[in-house]
Structures are given as structure tokens and as C-alpha cells.
């Protein structure tokens, strides 16, 4: 079927078209350097210590690309985005957890921050983005990299990231501490914490 309605049908369980990707977020766009940005992996890591990624070392791992609509928890879906960047696994090998860790709270510049589970952030099709549609990322949605968790509703994947910490006990993000589900997982919509 063509038209608006056919493409209803290959949205999520609840989810309708945007007719604009307009982007979300609270307060001011940071403006970012991509330069003096760094991606700081903390936590329960399994050497201990605290390590530090620029773009320059995350350019050494293989540059991948995953078609993936965009869906927000309040409903509204953006299909067909190509999201570029590099695998949030490629980086978890490179900065990997202690045994046991099944926790990650990804932070973003300005508090933001939402919790995944570590099985969810390294899905093949999980990115640390800075391009999408072949073009890099504007400071709205999120330059210079955000996290792009495709089976996820938005809320997941901070924009302007600059944190990654690995958790042995679950965490709240904002929205979680707002009553949002801990997972989010949109195929099962998994909206609201009370629905565990
Ligand atoms: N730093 C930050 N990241 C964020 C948000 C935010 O407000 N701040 N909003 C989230 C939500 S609710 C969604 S749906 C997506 C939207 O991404 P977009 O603005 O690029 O469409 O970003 C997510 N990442
Ligand atoms: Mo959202």
C-alpha cells in the first residue's frame, strides 16, 4: 500500500509519523568542538582506571553505517534516518567492564542522561553516531556524537554524549526518574516504568 497509511503500518506498535524531525531536547544546543571533545568510559571498568576517547582514536574503529527510524517515547517516529559512526561495541571492547556489569548510564552534556542495558548497547546496530544521512550531525541533534540505539525509544541515546559508566546495581537517567521504562525497548513498548 502506498501513501500516508501504508507507511503507518511499518511503524512501531503506537507510533505515528512525524510530519518534521523536529528536534527535542531542554534548554540551549551546547555548540561542541569536535576537536575537544572526548568520550570519558567510568564506572565498574575492568582495568579499573578511567579511559578517554577523541574522535582521532574512534576513527581507528571501523566506520559503520545502520538505517533506523527514530521513535520517540511520546509517540512520534521519524522513519528511514542513516545513522553513521562507530559500533558502541567496537568502543566497550576497547574500554570493556569488570565481569558481571549489566548496567550503563550514558551522560550528556548539561545532565542529561538516560540507563541501558549493557546487552542493548552492544547490539551490532548500536552507534555512536556523528553523521546522519551522509551528513555530520547538526548541533540540534547532537554534534559532535550521540548515541543511536535504533530498538530503543529516543530517550536512550543522549545527544552531545560524553560519558559511558559501567554499574553492577541499575541506575535512573532523567527520564527513568520521571517514570519512563528502565529498558524501552519500542518493539515491546516499553514506555512506562509501572508496566514491569
Ligand atoms: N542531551 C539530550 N539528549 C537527548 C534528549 C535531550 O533532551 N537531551 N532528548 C532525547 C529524546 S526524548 C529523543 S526522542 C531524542 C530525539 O532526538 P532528535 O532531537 O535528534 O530527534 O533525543 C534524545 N536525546
Ligand atoms: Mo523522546
Known sequence: MTGPQGRDQELPPGQRLAQVWRPSFYGRVP??????????????TRDGGVT????????????VEVSAGMHCVDRRSIPGLLWGGVRFADVVALAPPEAGV????????????????????????????????????TPEHGWPARAVLP????????????????????????????GYHPRGRVDQEERWAHQE
Open 31 to 44: 555548540r561542541l568542538d569536535a576537536d575537544s571533545w572526548e568520550l570519558r568510559v567510568t564506572g565498574a
Open 52 to 63: 578517554v576517547l577523541d574522535w582521532e582514536r574512534l576513527a581507528e574503529l571501523p566506520d
Open 102 to 137: 549489566e548496567h550503563v548510564v550514558l551522560a550528556a552534556v548539561r545532565g542529561y542522561s538516560s540507563v541501558v542495558l549493557l546487552e542493548d548497547l552492544v547490539r551490532p546496530d548500536s552507534l555512536l553516531a556523528n553523521r546522519v544521512d551522509g551528513e555530520p550531525l
Open 151 to 178: 530498538h530503543l525509544y529516543g530517550f536512550k541515546g543522549p545527544k552531545w554524549v560524553v560519558e559511558l559508566a559501567y554499574h553492577h546495581r541499575r541506575q535512573e537517567g532523567w527520564w527513568e526518574s520521571h
